[in-house]
T-cell receptor, first 116, second 111 residues
Framework: DAMVIQNPRYQVTQFGKPVTLSCSQT?????MYWYQQKSSQAPKLLFH???????NEADTPDNFQSRRPNTSFCFLDIRSPGLGDAAMYLC???????????????FGPGTRLLVL | GENVEQHPSTLSVQEGDSAVIKCTYS??????FPWYKQELGKRPQLIID?????GEKKDQRIAVTLNKTAKHFSLHITETQPEDSAVYFC??????????FGTGTSLTVIP
């Protein structure tokens, strides 16, 4: 009963070679998040979609982009991966009910990105 | 934006003892505070959460307390077991649907 699915689970890319990570969900949640988590650190929010509205965090590098073609899918594009972008990338979803009431987040299993 | 601080960064307890992890937040508009448990190589799993209109919530061996005035909330685990060993993260969410995480506490329960 996978609810938030991330593919692939492991991704190896070369320095500077664009890479796309994908996330899909069966929960019909309207909010989708992307987090970066480096070893022994907390998940760091990169951006999120509320429906089709994209919300970027102020400190997210321009190298990171996202697309959400429909409710179920969301993609993370890293345009020119550097060695410092090696991390676990976590997708999460929640049911948004406006800007001031938060619902539980459900996380996917993550994609571990290795940059060579 | 919101700033969440978490202490301690590491915690070791004997099996059967209690563990307490504390977090503070900066944004008075934050109104939802989840706690996550993350085992090595796995996704964060929600273990308990609390909203700002409640001061305390309990679920079996786990409880969370919230002090809105002081802007801090705490996780309490009683009768700890070896399987409680993991990294625990607090988080805060308010306006804008963002979630901001604390720095994490690595809990080790010694059998």
């Amino acid at each position: 009963d996978a609810m938030v699915i991330q593919n692939p689970r492991y991704q190896v890319t070369q320095f500077g070679k664009p890479v796309t990570l994908s996330c899909s969900q069966t929960l019909n949640h309207n909010v989708m998040y992307w987090y970066q988590q480096k070893s022994s650190q907390a998940p760091k929010l990169l951006f999120h979609y509320y429906d089709k509205d994209f919300n970027n965090e102020a400190d997210t590098p321009d190298n990171f982009q996202s697309r959400r073609p429909n409710t179920s899918f969301c993609f993370l594009d890293i345009r020119s991966p550097g060695l410092g972008d090696a991390a676990m990338y976590l997708c999460a979803t929640s049911r948004g009910q406006g800007a001031t009431y938060q619902e539980t987040q459900y996380f996917g299993p993550g994609t571990r990105l290795l940059v060579l | 934006g919101e700033n969440v601080e978490q202490h301690p960064s590491t915690l070791s307890v004997q099996e059967g003892d209690s563990a307490v992890i504390k977090c503070t937040y900066s944004d008075s508009a934050s109104n939802y505070f989840p706690w996550y448990k993350q085992e090595l190589g796995k996704r964060p799993q929600l273990i308990i959460d609390i909203r700002s209109n409640v001061g305390e919530k309990k679920d079996q061996r786990i409880a969370v307390t919230l002090n809105k005035t002081a802007k801090h909330f705490s996780l309490h685990i009683t009768e700890t077991q070896p399987e409680d060993s993991a990294v625990y993260f607090c988080a805060a969410s308010g306006t804008g649907n963002q979630f901001y995480f604390g720095t994490g506490t690595s809990l080790t329960v010694i059998p």
